[in-house]
């Protein structure tokens, strides 16, 4: 990007500040500045830089009175509230743009650092006036362009992308973000974020995700979910809404099996005495019969959610099979037929549906007609969960200590 902004204030003939690539000379002498990401050595001195911008904004149309003040932070200021002319401007050439924003961003180290938020949130909302579906993805890489210059534990980051992630709501352009919830969940500790500053950040992403058509439900509801834990017993009931949307959100979602980890969100817990929370708690740790008889029960509801009755018969059967394969290495298919409500010669097409997705690990044995399980996901992860696995490991154990005392007597 910086190579092509050098050519670009030659090929489009502004008088641009000439930028080349290279640490600025005032960070090489050591001075201690508040905005840092955006280094270059410039062949003019700061002012001069700043005169260059102005004389370049007048050209459209900007009142700027000349200034001889030696504090260049209220010239940077007046450069900065009339910036807008030339990010709306949408017959401005990209390059030229982006060279301009690269000049004005290049000033950012004589901020002051009790006004780098301040100026930074002006700047921001700068670009983004004039945004429309044609430059959208346009402004988008320029906020992008000043996130990824500043330091990685910068929170002032943070202002940056809300803007961005705002700027991506109003343009439906979430799938532009590329969010990824882990990186994300790394940048709040880096940032050190506050409870309500992290709500508002995950909120926003909620927000654009929602509003937009994001096909990707695993990535939805890890937003949701971190949301969702931003609240606590005394405010749970304000997300009780958000909770319900979650709720149908991970059951529609067909690659989503294991559910038990929602029961560990207050919001989720507040809806203990609601329809919701019953049907949750079966499509975690109940069985396909017990769906049917509530779904009978409450059709209206489920309907209401939603909620594709045969999309959620085929996912309770799956999660039945988990449960019969956990509970034994043998299971009939007779006994399969029965637990799932299916005809004998679906029961073998069935298990190998689950197989594909990885829910279990087992082979068929047609003569025995038996499915032979050697592992299994656990839908639930409790003391009892851990009791096995210590079971099983201390077994392990026994097994290689057994080993090792052979190998020793043969060797001996």
Not at 25 to 44: E, H, K, N, Y
Not at 50 to 65: D, F, R, S
Request: aromatic share 8%; proline share 3%; glycine share 2%.
């Amino acid at each position: 990007y910086r190579y092509s902004l050098v050519q670009s204030a030659v090929v489009v003939g502004v008088p641009l500040p000439r930028v080349i690539i290279g640490p600025r000379r005032t960070l090489a002498l050591g001075m201690t500045t508040p905005i840092t990401a955006f280094t270059a050595l410039i062949d003019v001195a700061e002012d001069e830089q700043c005169e260059e911008v102005e004389e370049y904004l007048t050209t459209k149309g900007a009142e700027i009175p000349p200034s001889s003040d030696a504090d260049l932070f209220p010239r940077l200021q007046q450069i900065i509230q009339q910036c807008h002319l030339v990010f709306q401007d949408k017959d401005l050439p990209q390059p030229e743009v982006e060279g301009f924003f690269y000049s004005v961003a290049s000033l950012f180290h004589i901020i002051p650092a009790e006004q780098t938020q301040e100026t930074l949130e002006l700047f921001c909302s700068k670009i983004a006036i004039g945004t429309t579906k044609e430059n959208g993805a346009f402004k988008l890489k320029l906020l992008g362009l000043m996130f990824c210059h500043l330091d990685r534990r910068d929170r002032l980051r943070y202002t940056v992308l809300c803007q961005r992630v705002r700027l991506a709501q109003e343009l439906g352009l979430f799938s532009s973000l590329r969010t990824n919830v882990d990186k994300l969940k790394e940048w709040v500790e880096e940032w050190h974020l506050s409870e309500s500053q992290t709500r508002t950040l995950y909120q926003l992403l909620w927000d654009a995700c929602s509003s937009s058509n994001n096909t990707n439900k695993s990535l939805s509801s890890q937003i949701l979910i971190e949301l969702l834990s931003t609240f606590t017993a005394s405010d749970a009931h304000e997300a009780a809404k958000l909770a319900e949307q979650l709720v149908v959100l991970v059951i529609s979602d067909p690659q989503q099996f294991i559910l038990d980890h929602l029961l560990r969100l207050e919001p989720i817990t507040a809806l203990k005495s609601e329809r919701i929370y019953q049907l949750l708690t079966i499509f975690i740790s109940e069985r396909y019969l017990q769906f049917v008889e509530f779904y009978e029960a409450n059709q209206t509801f489920v309907d209401g959610l939603g909620l594709d009755y045969s999309y959620c018969v085929h996912k309770m059967r799956l999660l039945t099979l988990i449960t019969l394969a956990v509970e034994s290495r043998e299971v009939a298919f007779s006994d399969l037929s029965s637990a799932l409500s299916l005809p004998r010669e679906e029961v073998e097409t069935f298990i190998l549906e689950a197989i594909r997705l990885k829910l279990v690990e087992a082979r068929m044995n047609q003569v025995s007609e038996k499915l032979i399980v050697t592992n299994s996901v656990h839908r639930t992860f409790h003391m009892e969960q851990w009791k096995l696995l210590h079971e099983r490991l201390s077994s392990w154990k026994q097994n290689i200590d057994s080993v090792k005392s052979s190998l020793k007597t043969v060797t001996a």
